[in-house]
């Protein structure tokens, strides 16, 4: 095990470190501190907090995890990150733990969050996602699998972004991203469905047309959004379409940010 590890970093005694663990020089590694197999911890990381984290992530220098929250209503509770297998966490990203005892901040598997990525506290990121350089994420935003955020832009708080959507850099989000859209601009708007990204998931074809036809009925039909979700009801029977019905509804009920609106008729030509 002392091979793996440079002797120049500093690991409390408490922490828990798998035995295949590498860790670089000068890194810090807290009291309450789990690392699982595999992973790498590159040179000047700082692991602090109850943070636990899974099988063969790798993070990259100048990143700190775990620390507490930029919340005043942070009150020194024993909060949590959780981050789990095949991630990586590129230089300088920011992972906060929850602001308040038995909450998390959640991060699944297999994504890549590029340099200078914040993840503030209470955020939930699923599996697969990639967000780019220079993204800042506030407090309680989720994000569902397989979406694609592009760089340098800000995430208001409680927005929920949906699968497999695409959001253009430097967009302004302050409202909730339906899945299997393309939003961008400030004001951000809903400019197309998502169609390279689908395709290149691999998405069937009997998916896919589905798909489009639920774009045209939310966003170039002219309906109102309650009379464009009664349309979708009417669509055959899609796992793809009952997710989309349920995320717009949960996005109008009280207290939600509300959904991220269409582009103005004729500014655009698109799917």
């Known amino acids: 095990m002392a091979t793996l590890i440079h002797p120049t970093a500093v690991i409390h005694p408490g922490a828990e470190i798998h035995p295949t663990v590498q860790i670089g020089a000068y890194a810090v590694i ?135 959507a695409m959001v253009g850099g430097m967009t302004r989000v302050d409202r909730d991203v339906p899945p299997y859209m393309m939003v961008e601009g400030n004001p951000s708007r809903v400019r197309s469905l998502n169609q390279i990204g689908l395709q290149r998931s691999g998405l069937e074809s009997e998916h896919l047309q589905l798909i489009k036809k639920a774009f045209r009925i939310l966003y170039r039909s002219g309906l109102t959004l309650n009379d464009a979700l009664e349309q979708l009801a009417l669509l055959p029977e899609n796992a793809y379409i009952q997710h989309l019905q349920k995320f717009i509804r949960l996005s109008l009920l009280p207290g939600r940010r509300g959904l991220t609106p269409g582009r103005k008729a004729g500014t655009r030509d698109d799917t």
């Open 30 to 164: 807290g009291e309450k501190v789990r690392v699982g197999a595999g992973t790498i911890v590159s040179h000047h990381v700082v692991l602090e907090g109850r943070t636990e984290i899974g099988e063969r992530n790798h993070i990259f220098p100048g990143a700190a995890i775990g620390l507490e929250p930029q919340d005043l209503k942070y009150d020194g509770s024993l909060s949590l990150v959780q981050i789990g297998d095949d991630n990586h966490i590129r230089e300088f990203v920011t992972i906060h733990r929850a602001t308040r005892a038995g909450e998390v901040t959640q991060i699944g598997n297999g994504n890549l969050l590029m340099a200078y990525t914040h993840v503030g506290h209470n955020c939930s990121i699923e599996d697969q996602v990639i967000i780019s350089n220079a993204v800042a994420l506030a407090g309680h935003v989720h994000i569902e699998s397989k979406a694609r955020i592009s760089g340098v832009l800000g995430v208001h708080q409680f927005v929920h972004i949906g699968r497999h």
